[in-house]
Every structure is written in C-alpha cells, then in structure tokens.
C-alpha cells in the first residue's frame, strides 16, 4: 500500500503485467506500421514512461514528439482540453499515432485528433495503455490498447494524483 497526500492506494498492475501487454500491443503497431515512417506524438505529461516503454519495442522508423492538453484536475476530469505545449513538427501527410496513458471519459482524444488532422494527418490512431471503458463519455475508435480497466482511480507508472506518483513502477488503486 501506498500513501499519496490524503488518499491511499493498492498495488494493482505490475510493471511484469503492464510490460506483458505492452509487448502484445507493440507486435501489433509492428504488424500495422512496416515499411511506413509514422510520426509519433507521446501527450505529456502522463504518456512519458509509457512512450519509453513502447518506442523501445517498435522496429519500424520514426520520428518521435511530445504534446501537452490538459483536462484534469485532482481526480476529475474538467472537460476543457487545452493545448499547453504545442507541437512543432511537421505533420502534413504523415502517419500519426499518438500515445497517451489512460482514455478516461475520452475528452481529451475526442477534441486532440481533429487537430492533427487540422495540421495535415494522413491518418491518426491512437495507442493507448489504458482504457476505462465503462466511463467513456464519447466515442472514440481506440486501435491499440494495452489494458482495459474498471472505473477506478490509479496511480503509478507516469499516472499521477495531483501531480505526485508518477514515478512509482507499478500501477495502484485509490482504496474506498
Ligand atoms: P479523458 O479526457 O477523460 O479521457 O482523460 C484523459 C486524461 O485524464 C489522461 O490523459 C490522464 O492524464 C487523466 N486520467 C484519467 N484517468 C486517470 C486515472 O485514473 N489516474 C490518473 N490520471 C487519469
Ligand atoms: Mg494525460
């Protein structure tokens, strides 16, 4: 168990489980992408850990960039997306996959993929190592997914509450 400011958590992924699931969703994104030079787009802050997990596995080239949107705070989504890093690379007809950590209510894809493909997408899919189906709130075409999840609150692994437990390897549950 694990105490993060008022709240606390139990372990409930391994980083042994998460990396399993990873190698499954990177022989994938393999499969789809050979022989294509995707442009990749890791979304800060939460995708870091992740992205450095995934791109190590990925056996096609590419290029790798990072964006920021924000929509959480605390432990509840507020439903603006805002753009807080831009990104700079040139996207126009290239292949696009972003990464993110967790889909939640699903906001923040919803309102991001329009504008990558506003900047000149060819295409755009979405890799993912979470997904809390039962709290999507919009629908959203998920191609790669790690792992689905109850609706639960987590930390661990780059996921934070309030900015704190980003680093912990394994992923933890808010208790009740
Ligand atoms: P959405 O827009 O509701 O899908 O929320 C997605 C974003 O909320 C993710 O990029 C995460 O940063 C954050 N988020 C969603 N669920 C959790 C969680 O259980 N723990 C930590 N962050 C979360
Ligand atoms: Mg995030």
Do not use: W
Request: glycine share 6%; aromatic share 10%; proline share 3%.
């Amino acid at each position: 168990m694990i105490t993060i400011k008022d709240k606390r958590f139990d372990l409930f992924i391994t980083n042994e489980q998460l990396q399993e699931k990873i190698d499954i969703v990177a022989n994938k994104i393999n499969k789809d992408y050979k022989g294509k030079r995707p442009v990749l787009v890791a979304i800060l802050n939460g995708a870091f850990i992740f992205a450095a997990d995934l791109v190590r596995r990925l056996e096609f080239e590419h290029e790798i960039h990072f964006a920021k949107f924000s929509s959480y705070e605390g432990m509840d989504t507020t439903g603006n997306v805002e753009q807080l890093i831009g990104l700079t690379a040139d996207i126009k007809d290239r292949d696009v996959i972003i990464i993110e950590d967790i889909v939640d209510t699903g906001t923040t894809m919803k309102s991001v993929i329009p504008q990558f493909f506003e900047k000149g997408a060819r295409s755009v899919e979405i890799a993912v190592l979470l997904m809390k189906p039962g709290k999507l709130e919009v629908p959203l075409d998920v191609k790669y997914c790690a792992m689905e999840i109850p609706n639960e609150f987590i930390v661990g692994y780059g996921l934070d509450y309030d900015s704190l437990g980003r680093n912990y390897k394994d992923i933890y549950v808010v208790k009740e």
